[in-house]
């Protein structure tokens, strides 16, 4: 499973109506929805780059899934989670991102925090005797 927005790629930019048009054949809905759930997936968790966490999502017909992993470093602990929700091309971002919210949620609530927990403190131990 890949990390969380593992090859997407993002234009940022201010929000000026006539760029965001001339812009606007460039965005997928699709890889953007995926991509957003995955973010916030990561964001909720409070991970990032530097922890093994991984999220994957996709859309099929009308139904996003992602699918999320968080791993300790020895292997020898995941928690691995996934839930789906009807997709329409409606208000995408924000219920991708719901779902994102919703599937950390579900890893905290079965170990995922005890795992960041100590890769975060092993990381700060790295770094204070580096």
């Given at each position: 499973m890949p990390a969380p927005g593992q090859g997407a790629l993002a234009v940022e930019m201010r929000e000026e109506p006539e760029m965001i048009e001339l812009l606007s054949p460039l965005n997928d809905r699709i890889s953007q929805a995926t991509t957003s759930a995955e973010r916030m997936f990561m964001r909720r968790?409070?991970?990032g780059c530097y922890l093994p966490?991984?999220?994957?999502?996709?859309?099929s017909g009308e139904t996003l899934t992602l699918r999320g992993l968080v791993i300790s470093l020895d292997g020898?602990?995941?928690v691995r989670v996934q839930q789906s929700m009807h997709w329409t091309a409606g208000n995408i971002l924000l219920d991708a991102e719901r779902l994102g919210v919703k599937v950390a949620e579900q890893a905290l609530e079965q170990g995922a925090s005890?795992?960041?927990g100590a890769l975060t403190s092993s990381r700060e131990q790295e770094q204070l005797h580096a």
């Amino acid at each position: 499973m890949p990390a969380p927005g593992q090859g997407a790629l993002a234009v940022e930019m201010r929000e000026e109506p006539e760029m965001i048009e001339l812009l606007s054949p460039l965005n997928d809905r699709i890889s953007q929805a995926t991509t957003s759930a995955e973010r916030m997936f990561m964001r909720r968790l409070g991970a990032g780059c530097y922890l093994p966490v991984a999220a994957y999502g996709e859309i099929s017909g009308e139904t996003l899934t992602l699918r999320g992993l968080v791993i300790s470093l020895d292997g020898k602990r995941q928690v691995r989670v996934q839930q789906s929700m009807h997709w329409t091309a409606g208000n995408i971002l924000l219920d991708a991102e719901r779902l994102g919210v919703k599937v950390a949620e579900q890893a905290l609530e079965q170990g995922a925090s005890e795992i960041i927990g100590a890769l975060t403190s092993s990381r700060e131990q790295e770094q204070l005797h580096a």
